[in-house]
Every structure is written in C-alpha cells, then in structure tokens.
C-alpha cells in the first residue's frame, strides 16, 4: 500500500494490494450471473452493520441508544445514483482501510475472529463489509462511502473509488454513526436507478431481511417495503393454514393447493429454517425433457441467495417447493461452491430424510391423500429407487404399483409391495409383475392368463421408470422374495403350476417336430420354441432371456433413439391351443407343407401385436390374412 499524504486528517490517495486487486477483477467479472444482485450485496451489508450494532450494544448500550435500526435506500435518476444508508456500527478511518482497500480481510472475518465460545454463537452475523460490496462495480463507474463509527472518537470519513488499482480516503461530515453507500452508476446501467426497478429487487432478494428497509414511494414519503419476519422463522404455532397457503403462491409462484406444509428448524451443529411444501397437483412441466427446475428457494441468514436450488434435494424432489434459510454459508456463497460444501449436502440428506419422513406419515395415517400424491408424483419418486442408495428402503415401502387384483370401478388402486406380500398365496415364493404402456395393454397381454387362472396376483408397472428401477436399478428383491417378470425366462410356478407343468412335459415331446419345424421357419427371428406353462387362451407367446433386454424396454429405447441389444426370444406355444393343435396334425400329415411356414409366420405376428409391437411386415401381415380369409371363405358348408 503506497502512501501519498500521511497527515490522516487529510486526504490519502492508496493503492489497492496485489492480491486485492486480483480479487476485485474477480468480483466484478466473474463471481456473479446477474448484475442486479449488487443491491442485495449492499442490503446484506447494511444488515450485517446494524446486526453487529445490536451486538455491541448489549455490552454497551449507549451504542443504540433507542433508535431505530433500519436500512434506507434511495434513488435518483437524474444523477444516476443508488444509495444504501443504514445506522449500524460504521467504520473508523482505519477500519475502512482494512476493510475496504483489503478485500482478501475482509471486516466479517476479523470481526469473527476475535470471538468465542457462545459470542459466535449469539451474534449471527456475517459483519460489515464482506467481499459482496465489491459487486457495486459491475455496475458503477465510482463508489462512495461515508461511515462513522459508533460510539468512536473519529469524525466521518469518505472512502471513494473507481474500482480499479487504487482509491481515496479522507475526511468527511455525517450526521449520526452508520454508513452511507452511494453507487454512481455506469451509463448503461441507468435501469438500477428507477424506483420501481428498486423496489422490486428489494422485494425478490431482500424481503425478509430483519431491519425495515425504507424506500420512498411515488410521493416521495418513505415506506417499509420488505416484511422483515419471515415466515419460516416464525413458530409453527403462530402460523395459520391460510398463511401457509398464501406464502405458497405469492412467495413461491405456486399454483392451486397443497398437500401439506413441513415447517421445521434445526438446531445444534447445523443451523438452518426450512418451510416445504408438496404440492396438490404437478406442474406442467415437470416431466420437461429440458433443464429440469426445482422448486426451492435458497436464502442465507434471510437474504436470498438463488433459485432452482438443486444442490439442496436430489432430482427425484424436485416438485417439492419451499424456502431453506441456512445460518452456517457465507452470503458470497456460489453455484459453484454449493456443489462441494458439506454443510449443504448435510442440510440435503436432513430434508430428504424430513420430505420420506412426511411421506410415510401421510401413506399410513391418510392413505386417501397419499393416494392422490402418488398418481401426480408417484412416477418422479420412483426415480430416486434408481440413484438414492442410501434411502432405497424407505423409498421401496413408499412405492405403490397398479395391480391385477383392483378392488376399485375406476381402476386405479395402488399397492404397495408390503401388501401385495402380505397377500401372496401360501406356495408362492416370488413377486410377479408385467410392463407395459399402462393399465390396458398389461391387461390384454397373454402372459397373465395362467395368473388367472391361479388367482396369483401381478404387478403392472406401466410407468417408464419402471424398466430401470427394476431392471437396471437393481431392485431385485423385497423382503426376501424376488421380483420376476412374467414375461421373462422359463415359468416356474412351484406347487402353485405343478399341474400344467406335467402337462407341458408331456406335450414336449408330441409336439417335438413341430417345435423343430417352426423354429427353422422363424430362424431369423426367434432363439427357440418351447410349450408353454403360462397360456390358457392364446395360441402362442414371446418370453425374453432372464437377463434380456424385455419387449416394452426395446420399444422404449427404440422411441429415444438408443441403440438396443440384439436378443432374439423364445415362441411358447399353447399345446391345448386348437390352433397349435391342427397345425400339429396337418405337420404329420405333411411336414414340408407350403401353408405351414404362413401359418407359423401368422401366429409369430399375432404374438407380437399382443405384447403391442407391429408386426414384423404389416404389409406381408396383411397378404397372408386375406389369403386365408379368401380361401376360407370359399368353403363350402
């Protein structure tokens, strides 16, 4: 730091240091997305001054003396100014130096520094100057500060600067102790002058800020714009349904109702307020296949700090709405350090363990209301049995599936996977489910028909999700019963099949040639034919490898463009089928018949439009229908 002048009661013209200069370029290009958040740095700052007068005051009380603690903002668009005044502690000549020309110390530091035990506790400040003051020049050509220090010896000093390599200090006349921050704006930064435009960012990062901030109104008299208790720093006691329902929409922008409300504080090695909502209904664009946003709001020590928080739940929340107000992050805190802090991802794994908690809460004790959460949600919470390890038994209990067996006429009931096992038949050992589009696709599908007949009931899980938490996911098991897909492997029903299981044995050697005949017809489509276990009405099935990829996940995959594996399945067909069995005997009759590689083809085609896929020529499908209506329908009777 170079000195021109060293009479102190003069002015001194001074260099910034290195490292501060470095920083300062830093601030102003880097640091901040938008240019606004100046104002609410200068707030914070404000704030963080009259918070450390009330401090000091409780030791020395002539300090405050019983005025008012307030934060006032001005504008002129004339002169193209901004100014932020408050009545808090000030700043001495010196205090301004090491606070002002030396960003790296910046005064909350120091101030925090010299405390201890139950004083860093108490105090819940950040102090007067932290590094956000230097934003101002993203926006101004020139600074000035005019403080004094209260209950100092000192007069006022004037500390100006062009946000560049060096800046003035010298002495000054105000009125009471506090600081004035006036902000001469850039001359295309004239916006930040309107007082419409001030008050609004008042109002969008600072609204909850504990001190009044006064701003002059379209007359000219100054009015509190900003509430200064928020809502979630309120006891929950004192809070109404009514408030709740209107912080959610004017505050947080949501729409129609909620579900419920978690307001909470935590207390003890973390410190932070969090007041959550889960909505009644999803929003529009919650499935959005673009950035996906989330809906709570990040302030520290009441100042907002950013939206669409992401870092604070994991993506399968993100239609939780609310607001989380954290004592122990600095103000200057960025995107980028919120992904590696280990206070946020400890407040993170709190509010996912208080939103499951709630969840549970309300699926035993309201199981009506969960109901209706889970239609809307359901499908999004799913995704964390893929990505949250950590709560993947939490969230299994949570997890609801449409069922074979609906008690309900408009067919949406929903069980969980405690009660489809505590309703199993007494010999069944496994868990069974189909995917599938939805509801009216699983139904049709010939798979299920020896389910029915069995009265063993079966999982549709016709959400996209599906595939992948089951599948890829990993969630093999619950409760020591695995999970098996009716449409996959060699059908083992245990006692439960044993009947049909003779009957398969037996018909597996009678319809051995003809299984040989048809795989060699469908050799360029099929792995193998087999009878099957699982049919009653169907002339055929397809059923895919234990480990392949299954018929509704190919078209899935297929629909967004991936590549999918090559997997040829097995053809069961239905032994007690007529269909299988007069192609059977017109094969004995003459295994090289030219009609048997069309009906075989026929039946191959059906089997796929059952299971909703096209047919492997809808064209060709086509010709070898109406041949054989044609022929049929030339038989005379």
């Known amino acids: 730091m170079q000195t021109q002048n060293l009479n102190q009661s003069q002015s001194q013209n001074l260099e910034f240091q290195t490292e501060a200069k470095q920083l ?3 601030m ?7 240019k606004e958040v100046f104002l609410r740095e200068l707030v914070s700052n404000a704030s963080d001054a009259l918070d450390k007068l009330r401090f000091e005051a409780l030791t020395n009380p002539a300090l405050n003396a019983g005025a008012e ?9 004339d002169a193209k100014t901004v100014t932020v005044s408050d009545n808090g502690i000030g700043m001495t000549r010196e205090e301004a130096i090491e606070n002002l020309g030396t960003i790296a110390r910046s005064g909350s530091k120091a101030f925090l520094e ?3 035990g139950d004083q860093r506790a108490d105090s819940n400040l950040i102090g007067q100057f932290g590094v956000g003051f230097y934003s101002a020049f993203m926006v101004a050509n020139r600074v000035r500060v005019v403080t004094k220090r209260a209950g100092g010896d000192g007069g006022a000093v004037a500390w100006e600067s062009g946000g560049e390599n060096s800046y003035t200090i010298s002495d000054a006349e105000k009125e009471g102790h506090g600081t004035d921050v006036v902000v001469y704006l850039k001359e295309d930064e004239g916006e930040y002058a309107d007082l419409w435009q001030a008050r609004s960012l008042i109002k969008k990062y600072s609204d909850f800020i504990a001190f009044p901030i006064y701003l002059p109104n379209d007359k000219g008299e100054n009015e509190v714009v900003n509430q200064t208790k928020p809502l979630w720093l309120r006891p929950a006691s004192e809070v109404t349904p009514e408030q709740y329902e209107e912080f959610y929409h004017q505050a947080l922008g949501g729409y129609g109702k909620t579900l419920c409300a978690m307001h909470s504080k935590a207390e003890g090695v973390l410190e932070y307020s969090s007041l959550l909502f889960i909505p009644a209904q999803p929003a529009f664009d919650l499935f959005s296949s673009f950035e996906r946003k989330h809906g709570v709001k990040l302030y520290v020590r009441r100042v907002f700090i950013m939206d669409n928080c992401k870092e604070l739940l994991p993506e399968y929340l993100r239609f939780v709405r609310g607001v989380v107000d954290s004592e122990d992050l600095p103000l200057n805190v960025s995107r980028e350090m919120l992904q590696k802090n280990a206070v946020i991802e400890r407040m993170s794994k709190a509010l996912v363990s208080k939103i499951l908690g709630k969840l549970t809460e309300m699926a035993e004790g309201d199981p009506a209301a969960y109901k209706d959460f889970w239609k809307g949600f359901g499908a999004v919470l799913k995704e964390g049995l893929y990505n949250d390890y950590e709560n993947r038994e939490k969230l299994l209990e949570l997890a609801r599936f449409q069922s074979s067996i609906c008690e309900s006429e408009s067919g949406d009931d929903f069980v969980s996977l405690k009660q ?9 050992k496994d868990i069974y489910y189909i995917t599938a589009e939805n509801r009216a696709v699983a139904e049709k599908s010939p798979h299920l028909e020896i389910f029915r007949a069995k009265s063993i009931e079966v999982l549709y899980l016709v959400d996209p999700v599906d595939e992948w938490i089951i599948g890829m996911g990993g969630i093999g098991e619950y409760d020591g019963k695995q999970l098996k897909s009716i449409t996959k492997g060699d059908l083992d029903l245990g006692n439960l099949g044993k009947e049909e299981a003779e009957k398969r044995e037996a018909a597996q050697a009678e319809l051995k040639g003809l299984s040989g005949r048809i795989k060699e017809i469908l050799a360029d489509a099929i792995e193998d034919v087999r009878v099957t276990g699982r049919l009653k009405d169907s002339p055929a099935c397809l059923v895919a490898g234990d480990q392949s990829v299954g018929a509704h996940l190919e078209k899935m995959m297929k629909a967004m463009g991936q590549a999918v594996p090559v997997s040829k399945r097995v053809l069961e067909i239905n032994a007690e089928h007529p269909i299988i069995k007069n192609i059977n005997t017109r094969y004995g009759e003459a295994p090289d018949d030219p009609e048997l590689a069309d009906w075989v083809r026929l039946i191959h085609d059906g089997a796929l439009i059952a299971e909703g896929k096209p047919a492997a020529d809808a064209a060709v499908y086509l010709k070898r229908v109406n041949a054989m209506l044609e022929k049929a329908s030339a038989k005379k009777y």
């Open 24 to 26: 300062l370029h830093l």
């Open 28 to 34: 102003i290009h880097s640091l901040y997305s938008h």
């Open 69 to 77: 603690l307030a934060i006032r903002v001005a504008v002129d668009k």
């Open 114 to 116: 010299k405390m201890t």
């Open 420 to 428: 489809y096992a505590g309703r199993m038949r007494e010999e069944q």
